[in-house]
């Protein structure tokens, strides 16, 4: 664990912006789940219904933060929500391609830092109850998202929820996984057709 934790600082300490940080977060988990003789293998299984359970959670998560809220947010904090992180996707089919093969390969990389790795070290540890897991998770997802105060709040919330389905499903990283893509290329392609700013 000391291992990991001064790894982990390492890797944030610059917040290279041209490189998405879960992605050295990335080589560090997986350099620990190979020292402690695991892998990320062992959480991907299930039938082929956990795949669609993740992606209806995804788009109706998707679908309450459109009409719920964002409408809040912009209510209580008297701003508009910024949803656009890629302005080249508008009208830009070869960009909307090249941008969800990114997104959709840091949305996996996310969950196999977030719920595969950190979340899991906690469970292993036997630190507590599997709550202390999923909010370890939560805050390390606020943590490594950019942005305002709100945003980390955001993310803070949807770290919860993935973490809870993380455990719910037995520690299949499967339904996770294809919530936060549902959730997140689905802004994308939210993006592509104008329906956000």
Do not use: K
């Amino acid at each position: 664990m000391p291992f990991e934790a001064a790894a982990v600082l390492v890797v944030l300490a610059p917040r290279l912006a041209a490189v998405p940080i879960v992605l050295p977060l990335l080589v560090v988990a997986s350099v620990s789940r190979w020292l402690c003789g695991r892998s990320f293998g062992e959480h991907v299984r299930g039938p082929a219904s956990y795949v669609a359970i993740g992606c209806g959670a995804g788009a109706v998560a998707l679908a309450l933060a459109f009409v719920v809220g964002a409408p809040l947010a912009e209510a209580l904090s008297g701003g508009a929500v910024i949803w656009s992180e890629y302005p080249i996707v508008r009208g830009n089919a070869s960009a909307l391609a090249a941008v969800l093969v990114i997104v959709g390969a840091t949305a996996i990389a996310s969950e196999l830092v977030l719920r595969g790795w950190l979340v899991e070290r906690v469970l292993e540890l036997g630190r507590g109850p599997a709550l202390l897991a999923i909010f370890v998770g939560a805050f390390a997802e606020a943590l490594v998202t950019a942005g305002s105060l709100e945003a980390r709040i955001g993310a803070f919330g949807f770290g919860v929820g993935l973490g809870w389905m993380y455990v719910a499903s037995g520690r299949n990283l499967v339904v996770p996984i294809s919530a936060r893509l549902a959730f997140q290329l689905g802004v994308v392609l939210l993006e592509a057709g104008r329906l956000v700013d």
